[in-house]
């Protein structure tokens, strides 16, 4: 009997239930998981016996079965022990030969391998704190392709303007290209979702969009944050006090932090010399394009050094 996708879910559903806890949809789009394989060439790192992709939330197996066709090496974490013991059923072989390792743990605390890709499928509970996750790991797959709600992935690529940017979108943005690759309708899960979804691919940038040596990641994240926890509300507002754990970068003080603000309201002609506009602090953050808060985190440091 030749396997499917459709076929791994229903072996999957006639062994247990849905948790909705755990976010299981099973994606089972034969077109959609060839556009997540293609995703990948199409970013510049097609998928081989070279690569080592990393999968999370297996599930069924259904996009497993088409990363083992392109050759590569799949790590795939599953935190449901019912659904490993299905895909070991469904793939012994690859199992037996080293092609798929399949890890029990909860992917947001087990330390994970070194990859060239990350593809998967993921619980959509999860989508922010995998992609701070993401953020966090020290070395960078060539790309990443997820599946996410819809309204999560417009906002990731801040596709709508202003009120699609945030901190999710500006620190995802800092290090990747965000690149929508195909929507996917609830009809190409079982069980269908209630809302619509999206296939995205991320591909690192280069430091470019950072200028000089003066930019600290860290710092630009911290006032992103702190700024959009309430972005209603003027910068002047959300920026009066220092960001919170300031003091854990090296040189940061509170003092430090109210000149550099203080500056940035007295001076004009610095403000605009930096690439920020007049009246900055009185704007909303959405206001400021993501290359304006690289600007803005620059100007502030740039003030403290001179």
């Not at 599946?147 to 303007?161: C, D, P, T, V, W």
């Not at 979702?193 to 950072?210: E, N």
């Not at 200028?211 to 009066?240: H, I, P």
Request: charged letters at 25%.
């Amino acid at each position: 009997m030749e396997i499917d996708a459709r076929l791994l879910v229903d072996l999957l559903l006639d062994r247990k239930q849905t948790e909705r806890g755990l976010g299981q949809h099973y994606l089972h789009d034969d077109g959609i998981l060839v556009s997540a394989i293609d995703a990948c060439t199409e970013a510049g790192t097609q998928l081989d016996a070279n690569s080592h992709v990393l999968e999370i939330g297996p599930g069924a197996g259904s996009l497993t079965l088409f990363l083992l066709a392109t050759g590569a090496h799949i790590t795939a974490i599953e935190i449901d022990s019912i659904a490993i013991e299905h895909l070991n059923r469904v793939f012994p072989t690859q199992i037996a030969n080293g092609q798929l390792e399949i890890m029990e743990a909860d992917a947001l605390r087990t330390e994970w391998p070194e990859v060239t890709h990350i593809v998967a499928n993921i619980p959509y509970q999860i989508s922010s704190p995998l992609l701070e996750r993401i953020h966090k790991e020290p070395t960078k797959p060539s790309v990443i392709v997820i599946l996410l709600q819809e309204e999560f992935a417009r906002r990731l690529g801040m596709e709508g303007g202003p009120q699609d940017r945030g901190s999710l979108g500006l620190n995802t943005w800092l290090e990747h290209d965000v690149t929508s690759v195909t929507a996917v309708p609830p009809h190409c899960f079982q069980p269908a979702p209630r809302v619509h979804s999206r296939l995205v691919a991320l591909t690192p940038v280069s430091r470019d969009r950072t200028g000089d040596e003066l930019f600290d990641s860290r710092l630009f994240n911290m006032m992103v944050r702190q700024s959009f926890e309430r972005r209603r509300q003027k910068l002047r507002t959300r920026l009066k006090k220092a960001p919170r754990r300031l003091n854990r970068l090296k040189g940061w003080h509170r003092q430090r932090w109210a000149d550099a603000l203080n500056a940035l309201d007295s001076d004009t002609e610095y403000l605009i010399s930096s690439g920020l506009p007049e009246g900055l602090l009185d704007l909303r953050p959405e206001s400021l394009t993501p290359s304006e808060w690289v600007n803005l985190t620059r100007a502030i440091i740039s003030h403290q050094s001179n």
